[in-house]
């Protein structure tokens, strides 16, 4: 798992992996960042690493209406 990296452009295929109590660590959502209904998702985007390589990858983050998107992952490289 990558964590330093930039998105760059818009995030594309977004889709839903859990809500609420199916994501495993929503304690722990829900200590930092507040209550509320909290979503996994996952999408592609282009990414851009510290050296400048640039590529397409597949990203997963947690999101909730009153904070916005948190801890964006980088899941696999596309090619």
């Known amino acids: 798992m990558v964590k330093d ?3 760059i452009g818009d995030i594309t295929n977004v889709e ?38 640039v590529c397409k990858a597949e990203i997963h983050w947690y999101e909730m ?4 998107r948190k801890e964006y992952k980088i899941k696999r490289l596309l090619i």
Request: proline share 2%; net charge positive; glycine share 14%.
């Open 65 to 68: 209406n009153k904070v916005g």
């Open 16 to 53: 839903t992996i859990a809500v609420g109590n199916s994501i495993r660590v929503i304690k722990r959502l829900k200590r930092f960042y507040g209550d509320g209904r909290w979503r996994k998702l996952k999408g592609v985007v282009r990414v851009k690493f510290p050296d400048g390589t």
């Open 5 to 7: 990296f930039e998105i």
